[in-house]
């Protein structure tokens, strides 16, 4: 190679090297200066998660202050895929400050089963719950928790709380190295019932055996004292086992419907508790007053169709000549069969809707059902058929289409009780205080608290309440199921005492036989300690006591 070639050579080597090294001078200036303030936030982003904190749900309590629902957060280690659960705290207690742990909120319930048709539940947010419109000002977000069923539901804007922020420094492997800030959530708003957990416990552990309903409420405000409905289920698996085989359970359980609470999402025949609104309605109608006296001949015959006093299916006897008084004391099947036809199928339509059938009865529940007054249009229009004097047979005795709630049934006996005032019916302490006088003679009343009283002493058909010290007024009812089968609903409704009137009772006692011989006993377990025996020490939730250990 010729010396001039060499020369260009060694020439372009030595500007290619100089830039080579202006082009690296330029870069590094452009991220040491230039780009310095975006490489060092990312290098912070890195290093720093910010973490929502999730607000607890306002606490629900009873109406003496008992803790029935509240938030509390569940500490965990990650092991891989799994958890290994460190222990629980307080919402008030949640400062973990130093301590590599993970934690969820959880729901309790300390009064499991026994409230849990009244708490309802929660669960996680669902993509479903995000597309509809938002029920509460905040916006949902897939960390959420919403109630799904009772209280939880029907005031779940109430109870959400607003999530706080927490950011926290991590080194390179992901590991906790230390909290650099925070902003505190905010506990949702809280809830006092009505119900008094201690007596809603104890009827739950009386009932559980069977498939029943019982109502206690104060008459004069509405306010629910207890409302439980068995089968029932506990709420905690939902929160502490969503995916559980236990809630699978109580999703597929088709036999006994854990899940609906029977005392307001259930229709059943009243039977003869209906009675007393036909009663009402003749009086009030001035169809009968309480000279009229009606003979019980055993069984009416109309055409192929015989209408019988059960009395007379039993036992071959009659009751003779009956007043309205004694027809509500006795339950005579043959007075109100003949007041029914004579007051009209409108007349009766018209007290029933007074008395609050046929409508929801204004509690705080998500899913009350209406029920069915039949009528001569309803027939028409549902069945395309006529309206036949057996129809109204039927309905004077509070069976064929008719249908209703337990609770419904426990506002008609709370009209009665408090002179016929209508209030709506509430499951928060205070009552729902929507009250209205429905101007009904007090005389005709009387009559029937008269006949009432009369059916809870010897001679009536509430023969487990004759020996009571405190004078009780109350209804038996047995209700056909009305599905070709035998059973009957077994019913009884009362309030107490009679004179002054301080507690309505309703129990069911679905497919149970006669009210006299299935639902009264139940109702005189109850009032004999309610009146005669009261609980003067209740004892106070125990906010030690979880769910796990509770016993």
């Not at 200036?29 to 998660?49: D, P, Q, T, W």
């Amino acid at each position: 190679m010729r010396g001039e070639e060499k020369h260009w050579i060694y020439w372009l080597l030595a500007w290619g090297m100089v830039a080579s090294l202006g082009i690296l001078a330029v870069r590094v200036f452009k991220l040491a200066v230039i780009e310095h303030g975006y490489y060092s936030a990312l290098a912070r982003e890195n290093r720093i998660y910010e973490g929502v904190i999730p607000a607890g749900r306002g606490e629900i309590t009873d109406r003496k202050g008992r803790v029935v629902a509240r938030s509390v957060y569940q500490y965990f280690k990650k092991n891989g895929d799994s958890k290994i659960y460190q222990g629980s705290g307080e919402f008030e207690g949640y400062k973990f400050e130093g301590k590599d742990l993970a934690y969820e909120l959880k729901r309790q319930y300390p009064y499991a089963e026994a409230m849990g048709l009244l708490t309802g539940y929660v669960s996680m947010v669902s993509q479903a719950d995000l597309k509809e419109e938002p029920r509460c000002e905040e916006k949902l977000n897939l960390l959420d928790v919403v109630g799904r069923s009772g209280v939880e539901g029907y005031f779940d804007c109430q109870l959400r709380g607003k999530d706080g922020k927490r950011l926290i420094e991590v080194d390179a492997r992901g590991k906790y190295v230390r909290e650099l800030g925070r902003e505190e959530p905010g506990v949702g708003g809280g809830l006092q019932l009505s119900i008094d957990a201690f007596w809603q416990e104890k009827i739950y552990k009386l009932i559980e055996e069977k498939r029943a309903v019982v109502i206690l409420s104060v008459p004069k405000t509405g306010e629910i004292l207890a409302m439980v409905s068995s089968p029932s289920f506990d709420p905690n698996v939902f929160s502490y086992e969503p995916d559980s085989a236990k809630v699978e359970g109580y999703l597929k359980d088709n036999e006994n419907l854990p899940l609906l609470n029977r005392a307001v999402a259930a229709r059943y025949h009243p039977g003869s508790v209906f009675k007393i609104v036909v009663a009402m309605a003749g009086l009030e109608s001035r169809t009968i007053d309480s000279q009229t006296l009606i003979e019980d001949t055993g069984v009416i015959k109309i055409g192929d169709y015989s209408y019988n006093n059960w009395l007379w299916t039993k036992r071959g006897a009659t009751d003779g000549m009956v007043d309205v008084v004694k027809a509500l004391k006795r339950s005579n099947d043959i007075f109100f069969y003949k007041l029914g036809e004579l007051t009209g199928v409108e007349k009766i339509d018209h007290w029933a809707r007074v008395f609050g059938f046929g409508a929801r009865t204004g509690v705080e529940l998500w899913g009350e059902v209406e029920g069915i007054v039949p009528n001569e249009k309803w027939k028409m229009a549902t069945k395309g058929e006529k309206w036949y004097l057996g129809n109204t047979y039927h309905l004077a005795i509070g069976q064929g289409d008719l249908s209703v709630t337990p609770l419904q049934v426990n506002q008609m006996t709370n009209i009665v009780a408090s002179g016929g005032v209508k209030c709506e019916m509430s499951l928060i302490k205070g009552g729902s205080k929507r009250c209205k006088n429905l101007g009904i003679d007090p005389k005709n009343l009387q009559l029937v608290i008269e006949g009432m009283e009369q059916a809870c002493r010897e001679g009536g058909t509430a023969w487990p309440l004759f020996n009571f010290k405190t004078k009780l007024a109350c209804k038996t009812g047995t209700a056909e199921v009305g599905d070709g089968s035998k059973d009957t609903h077994a019913w009884l409704t009362a309030f107490a005492p009679a004179e002054d009137p301080q507690v309505s009772i309703t129990v069911l006692v679905e497919r149970g036989g006669e009210g006299s011989d299935e639902a009264a006993p139940i109702v005189g377990d109850i009032l004999k300690e309610w009146l005669e025996e009261p609980n003067t020490v209740v004892p106070r939730y125990d906010p030690t006591i979880t769910p796990k250990n509770r016993g």
